[in-house]
Every structure is written in structure tokens, then in C-alpha cells.
């Protein structure tokens, strides 16, 4: 007898593979990876699953919330939910991750070394004044993984991640949809390869 691997399990080090890079307008990053062997319109059915075991322990009002914008996303792509995964052509497994980083800044005031010494301007040994300070910033980075697996091979096929720095303040429940519904599309805007 085969132990199956839960679907969730794959996502574990996905979180990792989000680069997060500037200038896009919402302020996410997105970052996906697929299967190019795989004919994707063979996936017409979906299952949403629990965020996978080791994510960042949310609430259960944002989790529901998260799936519910899975959902929506796949079904406005023309896929249809189910309700087990065992019902369905593809499993749509989760994970949410928050990461500490830090930036550092140094501004540098006067010429330092730099003049006329004894090797010419611009080198030697000349005299100059100058100082420099350096300031660290912290922030968090959220990153939102999410895969899909073929359920009959038990394997993945699609993993995309989204990666914003986040920002304190009280959301309404409202808002918080709309933030995530957002993210979401974005995430699974390349889902399926090759239907533009």
C-alpha cells in the first residue's frame, strides 16, 4: 500500500522561490514556474485545499477568505469547483508566509580623500573631510504561494508566489477581500500557460 504525499507538503519551500522585484503597480511581485509538458485544458474540475501545514497560522476569517478568491478566480477562468480533491482534475494547495528583511541606506557628505595630493587630483594622499551615516530599515514581506496538482499523478504542474511588503493598519472586512481578491488574480493571471 502506496502513503500519499499530501498535496500541501510541495508548497512547503515554495515561498521560497518568490523574487521580489520593483515597479509593479499594485506593489506585488510575482514570480511562476509550470510544467511545459503539461496540456492544461485537460483540467476542468478543482478542489481548494487548507493552507498547507507550517504556514504563518492566519485566522480563519482570512483563510476563508483566501480560498474564496481561489475559487472565484478558477471558476472566472472557466474551471469548475468541487468539493474533494478526490473529485477533481486538479488540487489547489496554499501558503501564506511572512519574512523580516532589512534595507540599509548610506549617504556620504564631502570629498573625503579626494583633491590634489601627490598624485594629482583625484588620488594620492590629499587631504579631504567627509562623513557617512548608514540607516537600517525593517519591514515584512508577505508572500502568497499557491500550486496546482494533478491529482491523479500526485504531482505539481503550476506554482506562482506573490510577495508584498506589508503595512500596518486595520482593514475592514471589505477592504481585506478586495486586497486579497486582488493579489490572488495577479498570482493566477499566468494560470493556465498560454491561454492569451
Not at 476569517?61 to 477562468?77: H, P
Amino acid at each position: 500500500m502506496t502513503t500519499r504525499r499530501p498535496f500541501t507538503q510541495y508548497l512547503l519551500g515554495a515561498g521560497a522561490l518568490a523574487v521580489v522585484l520593483s515597479g509593479c503597480g499594485s506593489g506585488i511581485s510575482v514570480t511562476n514556474d509550470w510544467d511545459p509538458g503539461v496540456d492544461f485544458s485537460a483540467y476542468s474540475t478543482f478542489a481548494v485545499l487548507d493552507e498547507a501545514t507550517g504556514g504563518s497560522g492566519i485566522d480563519q476569517l482570512i483563510q476563508n477568505r483566501i480560498k474564496s478568491s481561489i475559487a472565484s478566480t478558477l471558476v472566472g477562468k472557466g474551471m469548475r469547483q468541487v468539493d474533494s480533491a478526490d473529485d477533481a482534475d486538479a488540487a489547489v494547495g496554499w501558503q501564506l508566509t511572512t519574512e523580516q528583511r532589512s534595507s540599509f541606506q548610506t549617504v556620504t557628505t564631502g570629498w573625503g580623500g579626494y583633491g590634489y595630493g601627490r598624485g594629482g587630483w583625484y588620488g594620492g594622499a590629499g587631504m579631504g573631510m567627509s562623513s557617512s551615516r548608514t540607516t537600517e530599515r525593517r519591514y515584512q514581506v508577505g508572500s502568497l504561494a499557491i500550486g496546482i496538482f494533478d491529482v491523479k499523478r500526485d504531482e505539481m504542474i503550476f506554482t506562482s508566489t506573490g510577495s508584498k511588503e506589508l503595512s500596518s493598519g486595520n482593514l475592514s472586512p471589505e477592504e481585506s477581500q478586495k486586497r486579497i481578491d486582488e493579489a490572488v488574480a495577479l498570482i493566477l493571471e499566468e494560470f493556465p500557460p498560454g491561454s492569451d
